[in-house]
């Protein structure tokens, strides 16, 4: 069985998809994990969250195959492994008030491209490799798991990747919209707990509201009067009031989360 490890350093909490001999293919016991990881994070101090393998080969190559036999034996059974499972552990990432960043290495497929995909921030490796190529196993990408794939990237980019089912580098993936820079492996980790370190020296109520806002404007409908006037909430903040005077004084502001 795999697992999933948390390491916290300072406000930054590491996140590893682990399952030793199946290049961290995620079984439904991780899914859980994953899940109960976020819900607890969400009302903690931490500032951001990073999410990447265990080990240096792999990302994670999609769900456990070995197990769909069971888990997904009959059509109640598939729904209570997609919606509660997994697509509610994807859910409690891309609703995650804390921001994220998937640091990918290796294979990076099926369950795992979506795992990343959930991730506000995605630094890859160029032996990253990604793709679902679950049509040559004879079963669709559940709706409520490709929602956060169509909400990264345009419906044609994700056809493209499902119909075909083909595997592609970091460097496509990077032009296709899946990525958001792309390094040398050497770099993947330590780019990721830098971008973590420069996510976390910012105010951490305004990292919640940014991300707040970016999912509120995503729906196509114009903002209300309270709306607009809890987008200034900011101001009765002493992180607010710390900026500013750190500002004046040329000095590094100290945030609190207050």
């Known amino acids: 069985m795999g697992k999933i490890i948390e390491a916290r350093q300072a406000q930054t909490l590491t996140v590893r998809l682990s399952h030793p001999g199946k290049l961290n293919a995620i079984d439904a ?6 899940r109960e990881c976020f819900e607890r994070a969400a009302d903690s101090d931490v500032r951001c ?19 769909f036999r069971t888990v997904r034996a009959t059509v109640d059974d598939a729904l209570h492994y997609h919606d509660t499972l ?4 994807l859910e409690a990432i891309r609703h995650s008030p804390i921001p994220t960043v998937a640091a990918i290495r290796g294979p990076c497929v099926g369950g795992g491209l979506e795992i990343a995909g959930c991730c506000d921030i995605r ?57 958001t820079r792309v390094v040398t492996d050497e770099r993947v980790f330590a780019e990721a ?3 973590a370190a420069r996510i976390g020296a910012g105010a951490p109520l305004v990292a919640r509201w940014h991300k707040q806002w970016v999912h509120r404007l995503s729906h ?11 987008a200034f909430a900011f101001l009765d903040t002493a992180d607010y009031a710390e900026g500013m005077q750190a500002f004046r004084d040329k000095r590094p502001p100290r945030f609190n989360g207050r």
Do not use: C
Request: no cysteine; glycine share 12%; aromatic share 6%.
């Open 86 to 89: 997994v697509a509610s552990a």
């Open 123 to 179: 630094i890859a490796g160029e032996s990253a490799r990604f793709g679902a190529p679950i049509n040559r196993l004879g079963f669709s990408m559940y709706p409520g798991e490709m929602a956060g794939l169509l909400a990264l990237v345009r419906q044609a980019v994700v056809l493209e990747i499902l119909l075909e089912g083909r595997i592609f580098d970091a460097h496509e993936a990077m032009a296709k919209g899946l990525l």
């Open 49 to 67: 969250i990073i999410l990447r393998g265990d080990g240096d080969d792999a990302f994670a190559a999609g769900g456990d195959i070995e197990e």
């Open 29 to 34: 016991g991780m899914w859980i994990a994953l």
């Open 220 to 230: 196509d409908r114009p903002l209300s009067e309270a709306e607009k006037r809890t």
């Open 193 to 195: 707990d830098e971008t």
